[in-house]
């Protein structure tokens, strides 16, 4: 019988690394990236075309590669980083494993051009397949250009995983940035197509996040380092005024490396949790230095993760440092009195107004008509049909999750745990609840009144002006449009400004108008990955931003009026996101708790 087991073509041993190793277009970037910083390069080049499925190409001026070197480093294994063993656990650049260019080479064409600056002239590399096609003499700059082309060209299973090109260009975008903030003193450049997305001086950390982020984060950022025997720690905070409703603008390092850990995540977020509201994030870009002998490296093939000696003592350490930035910051007096009283009002009372204002003032008087926030021309008569033609009092399983067609306009509706309804009908008791079933009202409404473009807007006194990175920037054009279809009235004022002047006629007055739309743009950016039309994607991040939320206590006309909107939509027992608006029990079952045990 013949042998069944085989070594492995080089080739095929190099497309499984690169499953692990190349992932998607920001995996490449990353990797590339890593390696121009290691080669003690003071300017880097990045540039990308489609998402990087097209292009990526990275430039720097560093020390460049011999004619040996550059072939040499498309073998698998073949790293300048590691002599010994030992080395695995002292490792202070940032790729090491030699991986990562044989891997692109298996799965795309990879082009490098490489100079020493003591050469005459370089050499030039063409490959794929892992297979060298070219190796020649070219005249190019000192340093290294690697430019990998039409990615996952030969392994179309991996090809068609990939994401839209938004959410390729969010994770490339987010590689690009936590690295340049990790080296501040490299002037780093993004180019993506033929717009510049970044292009940023060497400086200082604090200069750095302005270029970044913009200058306005300057106003609220807190520096900190402290240094004690186990770990040290600087950077900066941002103050309490500086949250966001998603966790993108948190930078971790461990010796300049970024890393993933929800562990030391929320060592940083609990030293907020007097100071902001839950579900808020606040901003951070710190650095921790520790002995390598103290960590372990090599516990993720992207080098995200690192294993740590006692994460626990480097836990509080965090977390007490961070403290007393923020209570230090807190004790200083700000010159800026115009803006000091809602950061001593919010310092005071930690908790999110947004999240505490009493019902009246988020959706108007206790007198308001809800019928206003959804279907406003809705009457008695169109409610009773819809009821009829969906809440049958049958004993189907359907049934068992809706309302009866005894429902009427006075029925009797209960608020618990001020958070949801509850309701008597002839087949037990309907549970609803209140902001699933009002974040379905609402998507339902803002997505007819995009289609039919008869959105009643309310002119804003004073236009309010919104300041974003490049990032969010770029989201913002892309929603524009729909939150314009919606109601708004919002001006690009260049430079990442973007100016409010109207609002959604149903909105104005109840919510902060520069609020509502960072809200909203954080909510847009998060359903991304579901890869939603512009429409859909607009209205459900406008609903989930601006829906009543657990916690606020309702009146019995509001309640009433909430069921009554929820009769009229086209998928009343599920919420845009997949949750449950509304579940039936049955009265049999809840007699069944009365009788003995």
Known sequence: MADLIKLLPDGVVNQIAAGEVIQRPSSVVKELLDNAIDSGATEIKLLVKEAGKLMILVQDNGCGMSPTDARMSFERHATSKIRTSEDLFGIRTMGFRGEAMASMASVAEVELKTKKPEDAVGTRILISDSKVKIQEPCACLPGTQVTVQHLFYNVPARKKFLKSDSVELRHIHDEFVALALAYPEIAWKYVNTSNEIYNVASGGLKQRISGIFGKKYLEDLIALEQETEVVGITGFIGSPQLVRKSRGEQFLYVNRRPIKSHYLNHAISSAYEELVAPGSYPFYVLFLEIDSDKIDINVHPTKQEIKFDDERLIYNFLKVSVKYALGKSTLTPRLDFDNALPGIERMINPADKSESLPIESVYGS?????????????????????????????????????????????????????????????????????????????????????????????????????????QDASMMEQMMPQLNGIGFEIENFGSGSYIVHAMPALLQGKFNETEIVKNTLEEFKANLEFELSPNDNAARSLAKSSAIKKGRPMSQEEMNLLVEQLFLCDAPHISPFGRRTSFQMKLSDFKKNFYAL
């Open 366 to 470: 206790r007198n308001v008509n809800w019928k206003d926030l959804a279907f406003p021309n809705a009457d008695r008569g169109t409610i009773q049909s819809r009821e009829d033609s969906i809440f049958r009092n049958t004993e189907s399983e359907e049934s068992e999750k809706l309302f009866d067609q005894h429902t009427s306009s006075d029925f009797a509706c209960y608020q618990i745990y001020d958070a949801y309804i509850f309701l008597p009908n002839a087949n037990g008791l309907l549970f609803i609840d209140q902001q699933a079933a009002h974040e379905r009202v609402l998507y339902e409404s803002y997505l007819k009144t995009m289609l039919d473009e008869k959105a009643e807007k309310q002119q804003l006194l004073f236009p309010q002006t919104i300041h974003l990175n490049v």
